[in-house]
């Protein structure tokens, strides 16, 4: 009986220590700041706002026309509120819509973190529900990475309520006096498993097509013309040969890649490799088929499985004059 109660309370305390045990937010903040600047890119580069919101947008707000987003909403099965429903003049809709970028800026800069990643998630829903068929991988992304930001202390590091802070206590560099919290490891540890749950899940599902299993998922990509990012005609019909092969690795360590990837993400030996596998998987996804905003937020999702110790040593060297014995380098990543 005592053996089982001693199993029992080593793994309730080695699940407290998992979620719970406190934990540095230096990941956190980076993870706020390339959040910000993908979420930027996003809103205020990757398409016309004019063009999903307003009184002139492809999808109407006028039920006798056949395009009501309500009713689209409804034949989905989904309860879709948005501000953007009510804010329908060209006044009213250039204010909200700059009042919401300025939302994401203070998000990115790390002032009033958590009003501002609250604001910019209730926009970023607005959005979705305004134009639901536009959404896509991304969206999904950047709700559930806004959502746990929300939990986090996202304003803990790297951002202007750090230095605020440190200016009133009047501390000498941002890296003393970090702050430890048991809702940085918790989040943390929520967009972890998030993301081995979104790999698992994309590389299963891929199975289910056929493509995968003769290797031609890869060759199908690169030659869709509207997806190019530059013209590849010239190698698709000068060395189809060579695209074949290309396919048929890229197609293998695709499936490889993200079928093992929750399992070998959590093996410190390992997680530098599959790190790098990320960025080659998405560099590729972004150059090959025009993804680069959903391979900037999946690999922005990917840097909470880089240690705090790595993040605040690589800062250290690049933004002041490092000394050894000042910041011991980490052993793993």
């Known amino acids: 009986m005592f053996p089982m109660l001693k199993s029992m309370n080593r793994a309730l305390q080695r699940w407290n220590e998992f979620w719970f045990i406190p934990g540095d937010a230096a990941t956190l903040g980076v993870i706020r700041i390339l959040l910000g600047l993908c979420l930027l890119w996003h809103y205020a580069c990757g398409f016309s706002a004019a063009d999903f919101i307003g009184p002139d947008a492809w999808v109407g707000l ?63 829903l607005s959005f979705a529900h305004r134009c639901p068929q536009v959404v896509y991988g991304i969206d999904y992304v950047l709700s559930s990475l806004l959502l746990y930001l929300i939990i986090a202390p996202a304003g803990a590091e790297f951002s202007v309520d750090r230095w605020i802070s440190r200016h009133v206590r009047k501390q000498k560099t941002v890296w003393e006096g970090r702050q430890l919290s048991w809702n940085a490891t918790f989040s943390m540890r929520l967009i972890q498993i998030h993301m081995c749950i979104i790999y698992f899940c994309s590389g ?75 960025v ?6 972004g150059v090959l088929m025009g993804l680069s905003g959903f391979s900037a937020v999946m690999l922005t999702g990917c840097v909470a499985f880089v240690r705090p110790e790595s993040i605040r040593f690589l800062g250290q060297r690049i933004f002041t004059n490092f000394h050894a014995g000042e910041l011991p380098a980490p052993d793993r990543v």
Not at 72 to 79: C, L, Q, S, T
Not at 98 to 110: C, D, K, N, P, W
Not at 280 to 285: C, D, N, Q, R, S
Request: aromatic share 14%; with cysteine; hydrophobic share 55%.
């Open 62 to 124: 006028d039920p006798s026309h056949g395009t009501d987003v309500l009713e689209i909403a409804k034949a989905d099965g989904r309860n879709a509120p948005s501000l953007w429903i009510w804010v329908t003049s060209e006044t009213g809709v250039q204010w909200t819509y700059s009042f919401f970028l300025a939302a994401i800026v203070f998000l990115t800069i790390g002032f009033v973190s958590r009003v501002a990643c609250v604001t910019v998630l209730l926009g970023h």
């Open 204 to 278: 299963m599902a891929k199975l289910q097509g056929a493509s995968w299993w003769d290797g031609t998922a890869i060759w199908y990509a690169i030659a869709l013309p509207e997806m190019w990012t530059f013209d590849l005609n010239a190698l698709l019909v000068r060395h189809p040969f060579v695209v074949e092969i290309i396919s048929l690795i890229g197609t293998v360590a695709t499936l490889a890649f993200e079928i093992s990837f929750a399992f070998l993400i959590w093996k410190p030996a390992v997680r530098p490799l599959i790190l790098c596998s990320a």
């Open 280 to 285: 080659v998987l998405h560099a590729g996804i």
